[in-house]
């Protein structure tokens, strides 16, 4: 099993970025897809990000993101990286990094490991 935890969720104003990180351990995560997801309050957990394994390959980035957001990866630190630029308060979530050994796919139902997330929030 993977523990996975997340950091460098914050306040920001509107327009700001932040950096959320995601280190693995208990199993090195090369060989993984590793993926962000968020959930407002109220609402339903909603894919952002995933990149494949070994490596990195290919990337997917929800449409609401793309443009603002990128994804990587450093297998050396098992971690995950969320580079989040041009927030806006629609991005407010519980941001959540997620695991699996398969393809990248946008279900969360398609991800075996989660950590507990970081919260982030943007004021207008």
């Known amino acids: 099993q993977v523990q996975l935890e997340e950091s460098g969720g914050g306040l920001v104003q509107a327009g700001g970025s932040l950096r959320l990180s995601c280190t693995a351990s208990g199993r090195d995560v090369s060989n993984y897809v590793l993926a962000w997801f968020r959930q407002a309050p109220g609402m339903e957990r909603e894919f952002v990000a995933a990149?494949?394994?070994?490596?990195?390959?290919?990337?997917l980035l929800a449409t609401s993101v793309k443009g603002r957001f990128t994804i990587s990866r450093d297998d050396a630190k098992n971690t995950v990286y969320l580079q989040m630029n041009s927030l806006v308060p629609e991005d407010t979530a519980l941001y959540s990094c997620?695991?699996?050994?398969?393809?990248?796919?946008?279900?969360?139902?398609?991800?075996?490991?989660w950590g507990q997330g970081t919260r982030v929030t943007v004021s207008s």
């Open positions: 990149v494949g394994r070994d490596g990195g390959g290919p990337t």
């Open positions: 997620a695991a699996q050994y398969y393809d990248i796919v946008t279900a969360a139902s398609g991800y075996s490991d």
